[in-house]
């Protein structure tokens, strides 16, 4: 059965709207990060960042510097501290947390959640190399003492830069070297110890730089920033701990800052405290989806796509997602294959019903309404109605139908029996109205036929309709309808047999039939 | 198991090459194609192919009257008083439903075809449901068409169950392609349709002989309940059909259709209802495809045959 004769223009049309439907889920999945894959339930790691200082009485201001982006991730920061103003602002890459009060005295406690969201692997920029870096200035006869301790650490000067600072933090540590006890005099730890330690190296023509931050484990609750110092060589950064001196492999070390500008400033305030602790929870594909796209700035492209709906209405799309999807089998069913259904979409409709009921109970209650409807249509039959009333007549028996059963299942513990309100009224009563009719006039045989074709369009589209990841995936990819829409254009045109016709008009090509 | 359940099927190669035409082509290629949707009225409203009719000169059933309004439905005797026997049928009906046939009346009682006698009461609530719309297509609000009984041929009454025989061919620009006679049985309650379970005979375009019959989408070769050998029927005034639903096309703007024909005693073929959808079946009674014969007209130039007699000539030149 090939596709004979198409519109040539409907080819076109079916063309561009899955070409629309690939650029927008490549935008999508390039872009914005989504997934195909439901099933990958991503880490989210939410930091609770808690700051304790004490007000000087004055007005207070607070900022909390983060990077907008960090290989891996994005970070988003939300707060809900009591009497204090709180924005974000982005600057420079940044994002500024400000908390801002007035008039504070006593210990003041400051919080907010950093949400860590993974980035669905974009990949990390390749460091630049760093220019050499100046010669350090040391305070007044502190160059000698370096040039001293250089000496001790690496005499000949042959030593590489690994060898060379895991040598000088070797040097350090000790602390038998009277070199070091000056230098590091009243700097035994955080950016004054760093910046010796960096001098140090700058006197080697070693490029460093230092990164504070916090580790990203459950293990460590209420931890305080850590500084770890960076240096340059075999073309990109190496994270050393300064307080062991060896070569970090951390991979939960994630740096908030580097450079110069501090993570957190206060005015108004002293004594700060900052306090992080991480917590790993996952988040579905979908939320997922969600956070990243908080993070594309055209956020009209998101209401389109339906996630910035109340979650009530998106509830209704997420249900409206895989219509079309059903209705693409119907028109399978009916175009290509060939079977007549009772009323075109009343399967759909049917199955929709179904989605509240469940499948065996939907399928009993359906039944029941039918059977008992079909006799209530019998017995009006007689009465010779006009149509109009005599719909209506069905409509109120099945609606009095529908309250006996849910009252009789409520009685007998079954708590199916109150979804059954969930059947479509008005197609229950015209399926009644038209299964009667093709029973009079076509007899019970052609009736109970096209009822079983409609209930057997109807069990796939319930499943359709039930299935959760084609939920996601048609929620989540909403132009996959412009590819059902395409293949309904297509379909449209298809002029070849139908299923049922290669049996129906097989006589006529089975000449000796007669003989057999 | 599965061989056998196969071979139920014909391949959709062997079908094309049989010239058959499917329901999907049909829509798309004819009807979409050859009639237009304003057009239905023309057909789809008998009171509306009644008038045309009678303007172009083709002859159908006497026109008695209609009844368009509920409080008009109790007169209906007054309308029928002349009338020796009578058909009642809905406006905007189809298949055949709805059609109340009186082949004579006396006072109050009526003598129905299957010979049963009714009386007013059944009547009046058979109008009040076709004004209801019961018998019309979506249920739309309908009228009541009273037309004179056609004293059908007694030659067709073995090859019938009840009901009248009547004839469908198929009309393609003007071209008549593809004829049968439709005859009741009990299974279809004594009405001709295929679906229903009529008996389908096809009839050669050339000179209107039986050639196979169906019945129900199976081969048949004698009527189900008068036991008759379909092959002895014979139609008298075969080129008269033709010219009949030739004319049809000229009278309505539709390019695909089927003409419903019935055999009068008296006056000969008359045109009973056209048919914007004509099914398909019609094939399987001929034992033939309508699509190369529609292709072979389509790839004639429209004014190749400009009168009626030059299309019929060409359609039973090529057509048996």
């Known amino acids: 059965m090939m596709m004979s004769r198409p519109g040539k223009s409907i080819c076109m049309i079916a063309g561009l709207l899955v070409l629309l439907a690939a650029a927008i889920a490549a935008f999508k999945i390039c872009v914005l990060h989504y997934s195909f894959s439901r099933s990958v339930n991503a880490e989210l790691w939410v930091m609770e960042c808690r700051v304790r200082f004490m007000a000087n009485g004055g007005p207070v201001a607070a900022r909390l510097s983060l990077p907008y982006e960090i290989p891996g991730y994005y970070l988003v920061v939300t707060s809900q501290t009591p009497g204090y103003a709180f924005s974000v602002q982005e600057h420079g890459g940044r994002t500024l947390s400000v908390w801002e009060g007035a008039e504070r005295s006593g210990p003041q406690s400051l919080s907010c959640q950093i949400s860590f969201i993974p980035d669905g692997g974009a990949g990390t920029a390749a460091e630049e190399k760093p220019e050499a870096p100046e010669r350090p200035r040391w305070p007044s006869g502190q160059k000698q003492f370096a040039e001293q301790l250089l000496r001790s650490v690496d005499p000949e000067g042959k030593l590489s830069i690994p060898q060379f600072v895991s040598a000088l933090f070797k040097q350090i540590r000790k602390g038998d070297n009277p070199a070091v006890s000056v230098l590091f005099a009243d700097k035994r730890q955080g950016t004054p110890f760093l910046q010796v330690v960096r001098n140090l190296l700058a006197m080697r023509k070693i490029a460093s730089r230092e990164a504070e931050g916090v580790f990203l484990t459950d293990k460590r609750r209420r931890q305080s920033p850590s500084f770890m110092l960076e240096v340059y060589y075999d073309g990109t950064y190496h994270r050393y701990d300064p307080v062991s001196g060896t070569l970090g492999t951390q991979k939960d070390f994630i740096p908030l800052r580097r450079g110069d500008e501090p993570l957190f400033a206060l005015s108004g305030g002293r004594q700060a405290k900052l306090r992080f602790s991480a917590l790993k929870t996952n988040i579905s594909a979908a939320g997922l989806n969600r956070l990243r796209g908080s993070f594309i700035e055209h956020s009209w492209l998101m209401d389109i796509i339906g996630y910035e709906l109340p979650i009530s209405e998106q509830n209704v799309f997420k249900r409206l997602a895989l219509l079309p999807l059903a209705v693409l089998l119907i028109v399978v069913v009916r175009n290509i294959i060939g079977l007549q259904s009772m009323g075109t979409f009343m399967p759909v409709l049917i199955a929709l019903a179904f989605l509240e009921t469940g499948l065996t109970a939907g399928l009993i209650a359906f039944l029941l309404i039918l059977a008992v409807g079909l006799s209530a249509r019998a017995l009006l039959t007689h009465m010779n109605l006009l149509m109009v009333p005599r719909i209506s007549a069905v409509v109120v028996i099945v609606i009095l139908l529908m309250k006996a059963i849910s009252v009789l299942s409520y009685a007998f513990g079954f708590t199916q029996g109150q979804s059954i309100t969930f059947f479509p009224l008005i197609i229950l009563a015209w399926t009644i109205e038209r299964a009667s009719m093709v029973w009079e006039e076509d007899g019970p045989g052609a009736m109970f036929r096209q009822l079983a074709v409609s209930l057997a369009a109807c069990i796939p589209c319930y499943f359709i309709l039930n299935n959760d990841y084609l939920q996601y995936l048609f929620f989540t990819f909403q132009e996959f309808n412009l590819v059902i829409l395409a293949l309904i254009l297509l379909i449209g045109t298809y002029t070849g047999y139908r299923l049922t016709e290669l049996k129906r008009f097989k006589p006529l090509v089975s000449s000796c039939s007669d003989h057999s | ?320």
């Open chain 2, 1 to 320: 198991m599965f061989g056998s359940l196969l071979s139920a099927f014909a391949s959709p190669a062997a079908l094309r090459n049989a010239g058959v035409l499917g329901m999907n082509r049909r829509n798309h290629d004819y009807i979409a194609a050859y009639n237009r949707r304003r057009y239905y009225p023309m057909v789809d409203d008998k009171l509306v192919t009644k008038e045309l009719a009678l303007k172009a000169g083709v002859p159908t059933a006497g026109l008695i009257g209609a009844i368009r309004f509920q409080h008009e439905a109790k007169n209906f005797m007054r309308l029928t008083q002349d009338s020796p026997g009578f058909v009642i049928k809905p406006g905007h009906g189809s298949g055949g439903r709805g059609i109340l046939v009186i082949r004579s009346h006396d006072g109050g009682e009526f003598r129905k075809a299957d010979g049963s006698v009714i009386g007013f009461q059944q009547i009046y609530s058979h109008i009040t449901n076709i004004l209801s719309g019961l018998y019309s297509l979506g249920g739309q609000v309908d009228y009541a068409l009273f037309e004179e009984c056609i004293s059908f041929s007694e030659i067709f009454s073995d090859f019938s169950f009840q009901g009248v025989p009547d004839i469908r061919i198929i009309v393609f620009r003007g071209y008549p392609v593809m004829a049968m006679m439709r005859l009741a049985t009990r299974r279809s309650d004594g009405r001709a349709n295929l679906h229903q379970g009529a008996v389908g005979v096809g009839l050669s375009i050339r000179n209107g002989k039986p050639r196979k019959a169906v019945m129900l989408d199976q081969p048949v070769t004698r009527h189900p309940d008068t036991g008759r050998m379909l092959s002895e029927l014979v139609v008298p005034d075969w080129d008269r059909h033709l010219e009949l639903a030739a004319r049809c096309a000229e009278m309505i703007k539709l390019g695909y259709f089927g003409a419903d024909i019935v055999n009068d005693r008296e006056k000969g073929p008359l045109l009973l209802e056209l048919n914007a959808r004509p099914g398909l079946g019609i094939q399987i009674a001929n034992h033939a495809g309508l699509r190369s014969r529609l292709e072979l007209i389509e790839s004639l130039p429209p004014s190749a045959m400009p009168s009626a007699a030059e299309k019929i000539a060409f359609a039973q030149a090529h057509f048996d």
